[in-house]
Nanobody
Framework: QVQLVESGGGLVQAGGSLRLSCAAS????????MGWFRQAPGKEGEFVAA????????YYVDSVKGRFTISRDNAKNTVYLQMNSLKPEDTAVYYC????????????????WGQGTRVTVSS
């Protein structure tokens, strides 16, 4: 059974940093994309970033480029989202997801999801 477990959310002031982690288990993810998706209060869910497990190609939504970095640790089967220069508009519940399709990662229809971790950025 696939499990994605996020951690690292919290409350931070604008301009601060957080690092989210997503520990993956239950299958081999070498051919998968791993991503981060966020849901802000009253807004539609939004793709944030993705990484191809094999090769490490990365993808970002324009609003986080230059501030967020997605990475993975193969030995730990863990994906990270380093978030710097955080803004109040980054406030959301952040979900880790996984799928063999990058399209499904981006459009929020990925097969596998974590439970989410809340990020609150105060102004």
């Amino acid at each position: 059974q696939v499990q994605l477990v996020e951690s690292g959310g919290g409350l931070v002031q604008a301009g601060g940093s957080l690092r989210l982690s997503c520990a993956a288990s239950g299958r081999t993810f070498s051919s998968y994309y791993m991503g981060w998706f966020r849901q802000a209060p009253g807004k539609e869910g939004e793709f944030v970033a993705a990484i191809r497990w094999s090769g490490g190609s990365t993808y970002y939504v324009d609003s986080v480029k230059g501030r967020f970095t997605i990475s993975r640790d193969n030995a730990k089967n863990t994906v990270y989202l380093q978030m710097n220069s955080l803004k109040p508009e980054d406030t959301a519940v952040y979900y880790c997801n996984a799928d063999w399709s990058s399209t499904r990662i981006r459009d929020g229809t990925a097969n596998y999801w974590g439970q989410g971790t809340r990020v609150t950025v105060s102004s």
